[in-house]
């Protein structure tokens, strides 16, 4: 069997003990980590009873961590217990499974209580579904011999995928659609093809809200398979959710990379458990306005800090998406990263001039650090139906992208999903991202792609007074300056492209002829408005065509009506 039918028989066959007992939306938690400690079992079952004498000699004199370091495994299980021995003792399956699961090392400990999986074997239990699960998950061999390290991943990303689906409403903050992920790396990696040939290669990938772990692997299979296959991809991220913490590092772990590297569950904004480290290649989702008053009191400290991550300033506590893209910034290496992030609209144009996010975007504009921008279709994430965008960003913009940002209209580009998965009701697909792709690497303005001037989206925001006035007479100061009227108080934001006096003489002083500006209250401001750059108009239909709708309706009403009456 491939991986997908793999993937299948575990749930279908588990589905039919679960049934009644617990939620569909639930299954993934008892699947999940039964799957992972069957693929575990299956490592080490010819070496199962050396590692229990060797730690049962052992156990006075030395430290179970030397277990792993001996025997040449990530994690190790000290019980006499393994899943298949579990069912020759039906009547203590419940004392024996605590047995097994506290037998294991620190690492798996962790993946486990992070699950709340001994939570979970207790209903089990109390359903008296405890037995028949692990019977059912033991039919599977997931042996190393049978099944390599990217197979055993492959399924493993099928079955999260089978449970993100069913609990969309719930997991869908924690895990991306892989078409939009697919998309998003193709365009993050694809313009350093030539970099990423060179055998031997060593590079780190980082997610610093890295939920279920898809960013990271996707990522990693990517290039592996359209790159180069002999590369060095060690993958990196933390993760706040405990859930979604767990299944990322069971993922990496079944596929056989470092878990370690996983990091949580707590808050990559206020504990970085990667402080001074920098990445090649950090790729997020992080949470659509979602509050961070939690790590409230150590971000606004660390904003006062020259040298801090969140120093161009704070978003509104209600949404701290820019916080997680300064974070990634603040990680580039020197010789160059790149950072692809997926955004909501509320990025682009929150907050008006000087504000926290207009100063971000400031930042990252004059810094000349954005690439691109690329908008997506609506219905695309599991728990928002809402328009979102991918951002582009670089330290080491190549030379035709210096002081240029390109504009995607991607809006467009999907195919109606047959089934409705929560909000999610379109997909990318596989041509439809080749074409995003394609408008990206060319870099060349079209119907769908647009190339900007770093300066054409900042603005100067003046402050326009006009004279106050009492009883048709114009007040003034000692100075002899007329007084201004601060309920006639205005602004204009005027581009940075054009001249301010200019543009004050043109478009201001022929409608306010007593008017001046305050050119001490000058703000300068960032904003990204898409609707507008890539507004179509629809022209208005003739007034003859209307008429001739109208009545039309008219006469259908007036049958419908003689037919009402006839009956």
Not at 320 to 333: N, P, T
């Amino acid at each position: 069997m491939n991986h997908n039918e793999i993937s299948s028989a575990i749930w279908s066959t588990t589905d039919d003990v679960l049934r009644g007992a617990f939620k569909p939306s639930e299954y993934g938690r008892i699947i999940l980590p039964l799957t992972v400690l069957r693929r575990l079992d299956s490592i080490v079952e010819r070496q199962k009873d050396e590692i229990v004498k060797f730690y049962e000699d052992n156990k006075t004199r030395i430290n179970p961590s030397i277990i792993r370091t001996k025997f040449g495994i990530p994690f190790y299980n000290k019980s006499k217990f393994d899943l298949s021995r579990l069912m020759q003792d039906p009547t203590n399956i419940f004392t024996n499974f605590q047995n097994y699961m506290d037998g294991f090392s620190e690492n798996i400990a962790d993946i486990l209580k992070n699950f709340k999986f001994p939570e979970i074997v207790k209903r089990l239990d109390e359903a008296d579904r405890l037995y028949q699960t692990i019977e059912k998950i033991t039919a599977f061999s997931l042996s190393p011999d049978q099944i390599d390290n990217h197979s055993m991943g492959a399924i493993y990303e099928e079955l999260l995928r089978r449970y993100s689906e069913m609990a969309n409403e719930e997991s869908g903050d924690h895990y991306t659609p892989r078409d939009a992920i697919r998309t998003l790396v193709a365009i993050l990696f694809s313009p350093d093809r030539d970099k990423l040939q060179d055998s031997g290669l060593i590079r780190s990938i980082y997610d610093p809200c890295v939920g279920t772990g898809g960013m990271l692997t996707i990522s990693k299979s990517w290039i592996k398979d359209n790159i180069n296959p002999n590369i060095n991809l060690q993958l990196y991220g933390q993760e706040l959710n405990p859930d979604t913490y767990a299944t990322c590092k069971s993922d990496l772990l079944i596929a056989g990379e470092n878990e370690d590297n996983i990091k949580g569950p707590y808050s990559t904004l206020s504990k970085d458990a990667f402080e001074g480290k920098k990445f090649d290649y950090m790729i997020s989702n992080p949470p659509y306005g979602v509050s961070w008053r939690a790590d409230e009191t150590f971000v606004k400290q660390e904003k006062d800090n020259p040298d801090g991550r969140f120093s161009a300033g704070l978003p509104p506590v209600s949404d701290g998406q820019l916080l997680f893209l300064q974070h990634q910034l603040s990680k580039m290496e020197q010789k160059g990263s790149r950072i692809g992030i997926v955004f909501n609209g509320s990025p682009l144009f929150s907050g008006d001039a000087g504000s926290g996010p207009s100063e971000i975007r400031r930042w990252i504009i004059e810094n000349d650090w954005l690439e691109a921008i690329i908008s997506l279709p609506e219905q695309l994430f599991f728990n928002t139906g809402i328009a979102t965008y991918f951002w582009i960003l670089t330290n080491k913009k190549s030379k035709i992208r210096k002081g240029k940002v390109q504009l995607i209209d991607g809006s467009s580009f999907w195919t109606q999903l047959k089934k409705s998965l929560g909000n999610k009701r379109r997909q990318i697909s596989d041509e439809q991202a080749r074409d995003l792709l394609n408008f990206y690497l060319d870099f060349e303005e079209g119907e769908y792609s647009q190339i900007k001037d770093n300066d054409f989206f900042g603005y100067t925001k003046v402050q326009i007074e006009q004279p106050l006035k009492e009883n048709g007479t114009v007040q003034k100061d000692k100075k002899g300056n007329p007084r201004p009227d601060a309920q006639k108080r205005d602004h204009e934001r005027i581009p940075l492209q054009q001249d301010i006096d200019e543009y004050y003489e043109r478009e201001v002083k022929p409608h306010l002829p007593n008017s001046w500006m305050d050119r001490s209250k000058d703000k300068v401001g960032y904003e990204f408005n898409f609707t507008k750059y890539f507004y179509k108009f629809t022209p208005l239909r003739a007034l003859e065509d209307i008429a001739q709708d109208l009545l039309k309706l008219d006469e259908e009403m007036e049958g419908l009506m003689k037919e009402t009456l006839q009956g």
